[in-house]
Structure formats: C-alpha cells, structure tokens
C-alpha cells in the first residue's frame, strides 16, 4: 500500500515540477530538465518512465516529435486539485495551531511555553523562542523594592502581562520611601511606553544639576530604567524538545547525541543569533555550514519574527539536523508567526 502510495506522490510532484516550468517558459519540458529540477531525489531513467505514464494517462503531451512534454487541460486540473487540497490541509492546520493560543493564555509566558511546546510537538525537533526585547516592551507597572544597601529589586509588569524581575546595584543608597514614590512616578507618568522610550524621555527631564524633587525622581528613575535595560540585552531563550536529537539517525550513538546537546544546550548562541536578526520579522534559515557557529554545523536552524502593533520585537525557531522536512517546517513557522503576534496584540489591550 505504502509503495502504490509512495510511486502515485512521485507522479505528482514530477507532474508539478513540468507545469511549473512550462508556467515560466511556455516552453514544452524535456526529461532530463525535470530530472535536474528534482535534485538526486529521482535518477533521469525514473523520470523519463514516469513521464511516459503520465502522458500515457493523458496529463502531459509531446506537441511534436522530439520536442518536451507540456501539461494539457487534464494535468493543469490535477495540479490546481492538488494545490486546492495542499491549502486546504493549511488552513486546517492554521486553525489547530490558533485553537492552541485560545485556552489559558493570560501572559506572554504562557504564550512562549506553548509555542516552544508546540514547535516541539508538532515538528519532533527543538522549539526555541526569545522573549520580546526591551525596545518592544511597554510598561504597565513597576514595584521596586530595596533588598540591602545599594541593591534594588524590580518587578516589571508590561502591557502583555508579563512579569519579569531584576536585581541590580544602584551607585547611592535608596530608601524604601523613596523607591515607592520612583515606582509612582514611573507607573502614573509612563504607562503604555516602550522602555526605552522611557528612558529618552527621562534624560530630557533629569538633565544637568537641577534640585527639583521632580528632577530628583527622574534622575533615579533613569538610572534604575537604564540597569533594567543593559540587564535585558542578552534575550531569555526558552528552549524545549532537546530529546528529539537523541532520537535521530544522526545522533544515535550515545557519545554523540551527548556531545551535541551539551553544545547546543548554550541557550546564548540562539539569544545572540536572534538579536542579531531584530528588527526583520521574515524568515531565516541556517543549512549545516551556514550557521556562524561551529557548534551547529550539523543542524539547520529556522528563525522567524514576531511582534506588537506592527513592530517586531522578538524571534523563535527551530533546531534539528540539516535532514529536516523544511517545507511542513516554514509553513508552520508562517502560520505561528501569525498567531504569535495577533495574541499579543490581545493581551496587550
């Protein structure tokens, strides 16, 4: 059953591969262009055979002797038949994934845990996915609070629900009181801004030597803005599906499998690859050798962006052996991608 099945998909795709260079030539296809087209996959004997059925079944035609095949009214139906069913199991398969985002999601760290879960589950293959960088998050609220003399802990909460903490060093000691009245004055004065908008504007109202109990507020709200912000330029990176390259053909020996996973356990080779990326919200796709590090020439990695109100604020991926199906790979990354960004802009109203 599996062989039938396995010689009538063969059929199909040098049946796509012909109409889709006569579409660009109008040139009628010869054998040995299909052969070439479809790479290693086929040797040119398999194709000229498989040609001769198909014209024999009528979907592709000789116009002349010596001349290549050309897709008649009968092939060009079953291409648009087969393109119909392709899309068809998409939009299906766009639908599922949305159905995954509607349950239990309050904040953007429910939605990374479920994509990455999701990439893992529905691709067998390592999910990753960056949080959005501290150009793309608008605050909501702040609490500070002080832990000892000079250390500060920060609680942000930004417009998507997130809640990310922070411990940092200030250069002069603040008293609890204090760092109250910093995170009014923040929360009430900067709701609804990007932190780094923030703190553009926090520079203009604490400029030079003034004494003011505004500028004095401003000017410890600079500082505390700016540590959260240099804390946060190396991205979190939420990884999940490790397990998967255990399981693959390549990395079956257990000595290797293990080296493999320890390498690309680093989750600061994806954090720093994928910053890079910003603000490109496309795809991007690393073959063996073509990825940077040395650590991942034996994978390929997918990346793609997300974002907020139209603004691309962070990336997520895939990683697994170069031997992956990249086709069902980038529809499903484009359909996420989508679903990804249109969350957030929920949660973020």
Avoid at 57 to 82: C, M, W
Avoid at 195 to 210: D, H, Q, T
Avoid at 251 to 260: E, G, W, Y
């Amino acid at each position: 059953m599996n062989i039938e099945k396995n010689k009538e998909e063969r059929k199909l795709r040098i049946l796509a591969s012909i109409i889709r260079e006569y579409i660009t030539t109008a040139v009628p296809v010869s054998s040995r262009s299909v052969a070439a087209a479809m790479g290693s996959s086929l040797s040119s004997a398999t194709v000229r055979n498989i040609m001769a059925e198909l014209e024999e079944s009528g979907y592709i035609e000789q116009p002349h002797t010596s001349a290549g095949r050309r897709p008649t009214d009968k092939g060009y139906r079953q291409f648009v038949n087969l393109m119909a069913r392709r899309l068809e199991m998409e939009k299906e398969k766009a639908i599922i994934l949305r159905d995954q985002f509607e349950e239990r999601i309050r904040s953007i760290k429910d939605i990374i845990e479920r994509t990455t879960s999701l990439i893992s589950r529905e691709l067998k293959h390592t999910g990753l996915v960056m949080w959005p960088t501290m150009d793309g998050v608008y605050l909501k609220h702040i609490e500070l609070v002080r832990i000892k003399a000079k250390t500060v802990l920060a609680v942000l909460v930004t417009m998507t629900n997130a809640v990310k903490n922070y411990i940092f060093m200030v250069e002069k000691d603040i008293e609890k009181t204090q760092l109250k009245k910093i995170s009014n004055f923040l929360s009430s004065n900067f709701e609804d801004s990007k932190l780094s908008a923030i703190s553009e504007r926090l520079k203009v109202k604490a400029p030079g030597s003034g004494n003011s109990q505004v500028t004095k507020l401003a000017s410890s709200a600079l500082e505390i803005i700016d540590k959260i912000i240099e804390i946060d330029i190396e991205n979190d990176v939420f990884m999940e599906g490790m397990n998967w390259f255990a399981m693959e053909p390549e990395f079956r020996d257990p000595k290797v499998s293990k080296h493999v996973l320890n390498l690309i356990s680093d989750r600061k080779i994806f954090g720093r690859l994928m910053q890079k990326e910003l603000p490109y919200r496309g795809v991007n796709v690393y073959i063996g050798s073509e990825n940077e590090s040395e650590i991942l020439k034996d994978c390929s990695v997918i990346t793609s962006g997300y974002d907020i109100h139209g603004e691309t604020v962070g990336r997520f991926g895939v990683v697994g052996p170069t031997r992956m199906d990249y086709e069902s790979i980038l529809r499903t990354i484009g359909c996420l991608s989508d679903v990804i960004s249109k969350k957030l802009v929920e949660l973020s109203k």
